[in-house]
């Protein structure tokens, strides 16, 4: 079963704008990562943020994590043609000596030139 | 950073033959590695974890028997989709876990597409 959700599930926005995505998830958690993924290709990693932490930055990349509400979102500041691609969050649980990554169902961002 | 890569990059199948899928950690060792399928426009599903030198454990509603996996090295697993049908025809996306690095981090393969006619 998928534990996050992301929303909206879809994004159009013009080239210089910002992109915020959001991501829900339902139990406790080690860390959420997202992660992007162009048509057709693999994953590519894009920030890991871990449950004791609320934000972090990454180049035009801002993640926030808030625990309490079990959330989280992906800001894209000035994005570019280039950002267009489907976005995923993935949360990170904790099983005994393992762990289990879970993918929301992902985010289709559109930048228009 | 690390390196995950995976063989064939896609792959065209008859229906009723059997499929081999390798992923493989380049740069680091990998003592555990998982399997995930995606199908268009969705999500990655897990369908396997499997530990270098003991048998994968599978997910609910996975058919092992179906979809072998062998992680014989600490460099390679191998996913094996036997008597494909079109119904299996998806993206396979492995990845790895690096035993030296923080033990949640994983790293992702290119994926595979499999077409099954």
């Known amino acids: 079963s998928q534990q996050g959700e992301e929303d909206p599930q879809a994004l159009s926005i013009q080239e210089g704008e910002n992109a915020t995505m959001n991501c829900s998830y339902k139990?406790?958690?080690?860390?959420l990562q997202w992660y992007r993924q162009n048509s057709g290709r693999g994953l590519v990693h894009l920030i890991l943020?871990?449950?004791?932490?609320r934000e972090k930055h990454s180049g035009r990349l801002r993640v926030t994590l808030d625990t309490s509400k079990k959330s989280s979102s992906l800001l894209i500041t000035a994005s570019r043609a280039a950002d267009t691609a489907s976005y995923f969050c993935?949360?990170?649980?904790?099983?005994?000596?393992?762990?289990?990554?879970?993918f929301g169902k992902g985010i289709t961002l559109s930048v228009r030139p | 950073g690390a390196v995950v890569s995976q063989h064939p990059s896609w792959v065209i199948c008859k229906s009723g033959t059997s499929v081999k899928i390798e992923c493989r950690s380049l740069?680091?060792?990998?003592?555990?590695m998982f399997w995930y399928r995606q199908f268009p426009k969705q999500s990655l599903m897990l369908m396997a974890t499997s530990n270098e030198g003991s048998k994968a454990t599978y997910e609910q509603g996975v058919e092992k028997d179906k979809f072998l996996i062998n992680h014989a090295s600490l460099t390679l697993s191998t996913l094996t989709v036997t008597s494909a049908h079109p119904e299996d025809s998806s993206f396979y996306i492995c990845?790895?876990?690096?035993?030296?690095?923080?033990?949640?981090?994983?790293?992702f393969g290119p994926g595979t597409r499999l077409t099954v006619t």
């Open positions: 990845s790895a876990r690096d035993q030296t690095g923080d033990f949640y981090e994983q790293y």
């Open positions: 740069d680091f060792q990998a003592t555990t």
């Open positions: 139990t406790s958690i080690n860390n």
């Open positions: 993935a949360t990170v649980v904790l099983t005994g000596a393992n762990s289990k990554l879970t």
């Open positions: 943020i871990r449950s004791n932490e």
